[in-house]
């Protein structure tokens, strides 16, 4: 029976957790990886999978002329099936269901590629799997919507769900995949733990005096005020300068603003092309300081004890209720990670 497995991936947590599920869960089946942020194909590796698709976001890119948002969904339908190719069995695999532009693979894929069996699975997505996102009454109504549009195209059929928004507690998901140390409130017959995202066993040891500083576009999201931006920027460089840090990188985040919002004098900005967890297997840090990143998080997954890692300024943030933040918090405690304020 031949098999297929298409990865849809927005991030390089995604794309290193689709190649973990690729190596260890799905061996043997025609690897499809399908890249809908333009900002991560530069991070790609194209001899690791068999086929790669580039997908527009029908919403943010649709085909000129009437109807482009529909007419781009469907061909980005077909080009991932002519990619896919004929097959018995297909497992999608996405951090998210409840999203026109993946949804409708759920029920068109398998039509276009003649599979007879479809699965899918989630990948992890860092914070957004600490806690349930319940499908609100005016997202329940978009999908009743969404599903008129197969009288335009069959292909258009959207397979609607309730309970929490990803998908987890849909029938058609079978499997939910989770980073190791993280907590979640899914159903335990579902969730698979994944292994290391990225091998650091030949890794040279971390160097004290070497720092990383995450940034994060918390102002931009009306997250924190500009007063607090600078107090945590502030106090991310007063801890460093207390544990001797002589060599600080800055790792702007894709939305941030040109400066950084914790950028600071002395800091070398870090510019790469590859997922920052693959640099961090290589080049390892002694300190490792932000906000609230999930880069921090999975840094601690890649880093092990060697490294300090603090996250300054939570009590600052506007966290969409305080049970995200305390639960953050608590992600935080397990994994060893320090938090600090910063009180001005």
């Given at each position: 029976?031949?098999?297929?497995?298409?990865?849809f991936?927005?991030?390089?947590?995604?794309?290193?957790?689709?190649?973990r599920?690729?190596?260890?869960?799905?061996?043997?089946?025609?690897?499809?990886?399908?890249?809908?942020?333009?900002?991560?194909?530069?991070?790609?590796?194209?001899?690791?999978?068999?086929?790669?698709?580039?997908?527009?976001?029908p919403?943010?890119?649709?085909l000129?002329?009437?109807?482009?948002?529909?007419?781009?969904?469907?061909?980005?339908l077909?080009?991932?099936?002519?990619?896919?190719g004929?097959?018995?069995?297909l497992?999608?695999?996405?951090?998210?269901?409840?999203?026109?532009?993946?949804?409708?693979?759920?029920?068109?894929?398998?039509?276009?590629?003649g599979?007879?069996?479809?699965?899918?699975?989630?990948?992890?997505?860092?914070?957004?799997?600490?806690?349930?996102?319940?499908?609100?009454?005016?997202?329940?109504?978009?999908?009743r919507?969404?599903?008129?549009?197969?009288?335009?195209?069959?292909?258009?059929?959207?397979?609607?769900?309730?309970?929490d928004r990803?998908?987890?507690d849909?029938?058609?998901?079978?499997?939910?995949?989770?980073?190791?140390?993280?907590?979640?409130?899914?159903d335990?017959?579902?969730?698979?733990?994944?292994?290391?995202?990225?091998?650091?066993?030949?890794?040279?040891?971390?160097?004290?005096?070497?720092?990383?500083?995450?940034?994060?576009?918390?102002?931009?999201?009306?997250?924190?005020g500009?007063?607090?931006?600078?107090?945590?920027?502030?106090?991310?460089?007063?801890?460093?300068?207390?544990?001797?840090?002589?060599?600080?990188?800055?790792?702007?985040?894709?939305?941030?603003?040109?400066q950084?919002?914790f950028?600071?004098p002395?800091?070398?900005?870090?510019?790469?092309?590859?997922?920052?967890?693959?640099?961090l297997?290589?080049?390892?840090?002694?300190?490792?300081?932000?906000?609230?990143?999930?880069?921090?998080?999975?840094?601690?997954?890649?880093?092990?004890?060697?490294?300090?890692?603090a996250?300054?300024?939570?009590?600052?943030?506007?966290?969409?209720?305080?049970?995200?933040?305390?639960?953050?918090?608590?992600?935080?405690?397990?994994l060893?990670?320090?938090?600090?304020s910063?009180?001005?």
């Open positions: 029976m031949s098999r297929a497995a298409v990865y991936v927005a991030s390089p947590l995604h794309y290193l957790a689709a190649r599920v690729a190596l260890d869960h799905e061996a043997g089946a025609r690897q499809v990886l399908v890249c809908y942020r333009p900002s991560l194909a530069g991070m790609i590796d194209r001899t690791a999978w068999d086929a790669v698709v580039l997908m527009p976001w919403r943010f890119d649709p000129p002329g009437p109807f482009g948002r529909l007419r781009r969904t469907l061909a980005n077909r080009s991932v099936a002519a990619a896919v004929p097959c018995d069995e497992h999608l695999h996405s951090p998210v269901y409840d999203t026109e532009a993946i949804n409708y693979f759920l029920h068109a894929l398998p039509r276009l590629c599979a007879r069996i479809r699965r899918a699975r989630i990948l992890p997505d860092g914070l957004l799997n600490l806690q349930r996102h319940p499908l609100s009454a005016a997202r329940r109504f978009a999908q919507l969404r599903s008129l549009r197969r009288l335009v195209s069959p292909l258009l059929h959207y397979t609607g769900f309730d309970g990803i998908g987890s849909a029938p058609f998901v079978d499997r939910i995949y989770q980073l190791a140390g993280f907590p979640n409130a899914y335990p017959a579902r969730v698979c733990v994944l292994a290391p995202l990225v091998s650091a066993d030949s890794a040279p040891p971390a160097r004290a005096h070497r720092a990383l500083v995450l940034g994060q576009p918390l102002t931009g999201s009306g997250l924190i500009e007063a607090d931006r600078v107090q945590i920027a502030q106090a991310v460089a007063a801890w460093l300068a207390g544990q001797g840090a002589t060599e600080i990188h800055y790792k702007p985040h894709p939305r941030e603003g040109s950084g919002e950028m600071q002395g800091y070398q900005r870090l510019e790469i092309t590859e997922p920052l967890e693959a640099y297997a290589r080049e390892p840090y002694g300190l490792v300081a932000g906000c609230y990143s999930t880069a921090l998080f999975t840094a601690r997954q890649i880093a092990g004890p060697g490294c300090r890692i996250a300054f300024g939570l009590e600052r943030v506007r966290f969409k209720g305080e049970e995200k933040r305390e639960n953050v918090k608590r992600l935080m405690a397990a060893a990670i320090e938090m600090h910063a009180a001005g």
